[in-house]
């Protein structure tokens, strides 16, 4: 019997908070008959400015169909989100760009600012890492703490690696990157890393809808290893035993919202959280029930 069986504990709400939206606040964001988004209602008005990119009518919007290729697509609203982002509707602008597609084993049918995503509602992909280590008393999982000038989330408890996917590069590729950017940790010791398939988000989040896929990967590090940030977005490491990042994600608000999903799997899958807990098949079925594939 583990510490999550404590009736104080409630893993639950993670997978509550990440699934929980009302889409009749939103509108559908199309492309012909696929739906690639979610817009707050709202929002409609600013689309119906752009009348050559964007039609609106009835609640739903659709990316005007003159625009036929992935690259009119992605020039044509990018265009149109250089605009928001001067006006202030587009936060924490990147310069990186994200592919939208249905599935992501699908061709891009356009690519968009990073920093947009959640004003579209599209589906975005990244990486994220648990690096632990095995010691004689038990596993043990690096944290990282975010810097306190990061966009969203400053400050928070975070992965020891994780990122966004940006369009044209594999996950491979960017899990690979973000191990030497985020935690100095080589490119030989990161090929060990290991892929173990995804968690998913689909929610309102502060009036937009946030949709993630989140490719997940177990790194066990050698008890000697000291992390060292690169990019300056992490302030600090902290080597935890299991227990205590138990305690974090269970009872505590202080890690980053998408990584306790990632945590979660993590403890399922070695057996730190078993079929013994009350709502054990409703946080595993909720770890993946997202819009996103």
Known sequence: MNDFHHPEYNLKR???????????RFAPLHIGDTVIGWVPKD?????????TVFGVM????????????PAARTSAVGEVLVEWEKRGWVSGWRDE????STRFDDEPLLLV??????????????????????????????????????PHYPGYLDHLVAGGLTAGQSAWEVVIRECWEEAGIPESLAQRCRPNGFVTVFMDHY????????FTYDLELPEDFEPENMDGEVEDFELLPIKDVVHLVAETDEIKLNCNLVIIDFFVRYGILTPEHPHYSKIVLGL?????A
């Open 14 to 24: 993670w997978v509550q908070r990440c699934n929980t939206r009302d889409l009749t």
């Open 113 to 150: 600012e990073r920093a947009a995503a959640q004003l579209l509602g599209i589906c975005s992909y990244g990486v994220h890492l648990n690096g632990f280590v095995q010691k004689p008393e038990g596993l043990w999982m690096w944290i990282a703490r975010r810097a306190k000038d990061r």
């Open 207 to 214: 009036g937009l809808i946030k949709r993630d896929l989140l």
């Open 43 to 51: 929002h409609l008005s600013r689309f119906r400015e752009h009348h």
């Open 288 to 292: 993946r029930a997202g819009g996103c």
């Open 58 to 69: 009835d609640a739903e919007v659709w990316v005007q169909g003159h625009l036929n290729t």
């Open 97 to 100: 760009l994200y592919r939208v």
